[in-house]
């Protein structure tokens, strides 16, 4: 298993104000998986999300990335582990406006103090249809577009977990369904696992695993 919660709690508050917004949560995806999580809105999964992605510590429980229980490390090794273990895809794409598109993906590897491993990330835009934009800015580029960089940006450091956000809130579906497909494509290709959080039914669809969330627990899981 690449990824095992287990017993999460996340409660938001205390006495009669507290929000269990996550509780006593067990799952375990595969190495190479795609799995969906949805739900309502308020249902938790996004802090389901954040907790799974090392973002956000729960109240109790375990997190296990390859072997790793994280939240026992402490926090500037997490953070390490987190930029090499794990990409994010959110719905606003947070890409850097002065920065054009190959900087932006190429930046969270700087960060990290080493190298971009140039033909891969090449390969990357390639297979998401984005090597002529590599020299443009952001701005110049549509939604679909934007979305596909931040998805080479999640992939840049070749992360064995692509957690993903409502990655085509923004966009209409025919973009939606391509930006998708790409990034399905890519997380294949590169052996890598994905979980998405959606509301639509046609992404969801696409997924190996359904994870539906009611009120802080996993309600079903629909084989598909
Ligand atoms: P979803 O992503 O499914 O919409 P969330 O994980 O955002 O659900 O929220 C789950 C519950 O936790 C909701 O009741 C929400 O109001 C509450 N919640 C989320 N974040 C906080 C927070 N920082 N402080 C207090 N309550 C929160
Ligand atoms: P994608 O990422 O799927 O290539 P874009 O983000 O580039 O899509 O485009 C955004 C949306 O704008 C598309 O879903 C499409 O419906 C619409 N669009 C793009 N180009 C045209 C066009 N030449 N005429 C009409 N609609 C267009």
Redesign the pocket.
Known sequence: MILQGKKLCKY??TGESQ?K?IHDVDFAVAKGEFISIV??????????MHIIGGLDAPTSGEVIINGTSIYTMPMSPLAVFRRRQIGFVFQAFNLVPSLNVWENIILPIGLDGKKAEVSYIEDILNTLGIYEKRTSLPTVLSGGQQQRVAIARALAARPAIVLADEPTGNLDSRSSNNVLDLLRLSVEKYNQTLIV?THNDEVAKLADRTVR?VD?SIAAEVEQ
């Open positions: 938001y508050g929000v917004a739900g309502q809105s308020g249902a938790g999964k996004s802090t389901l959080v969330v802080g």
